[in-house]
């Protein structure tokens, strides 16, 4: 088992920066994936940013140039610069574990970023 802990969202300014944190704890051997997620009422969840092992990290095109992820052992950062309007939403740390023929994927309970002027 693997527990996601999200902190950092709230309230910020058009243009304005943010950063996400996710705390990882449990069994975190074989996670070979870590990302964000975004979910706004009426839309689609939408994968923000992940980083595979041993692969380049991905990004929307939606926040491609503004968002950066990274990962140090335990925790996943998410660096959200230029925000606008439509990046509120509630945001979700995922991980993808894999080990042998076992999956699983876990999530965080979300944290609220709100842009507004």
Request: hydrophobic content about 30%; charged content about 20%.
């Amino acid at each position: 088992q693997v527990q996601l802990v999200e902190s950092g969202g709230g309230l910020v300014q058009p243009g304005g920066s943010l950063r996400l944190s996710c705390a990882a704890s449990g069994s975190l051997d074989s996670i070979n994936s870590v990302g964000w997620h975004r979910l706004t009422p009426g839309k689609q969840r939408e994968v923000v940013a992940s980083i595979v092992d041993g692969g380049s990290p991905y990004y929307s095109d939606s926040v491609k140039g503004r968002f950066t992820i990274s990962r140090d052992n335990d925790k996943v950062y998410l660096q959200m610069n230029s925000l606008k309007p439509e990046d509120t939403a509630v945001y979700y740390c995922h991980a993808h574990q894999r080990l042998g023929d076992y999956e699983a994927d876990y999530w965080g309970q979300g944290t609220q970023v709100t842009v507004s002027s």
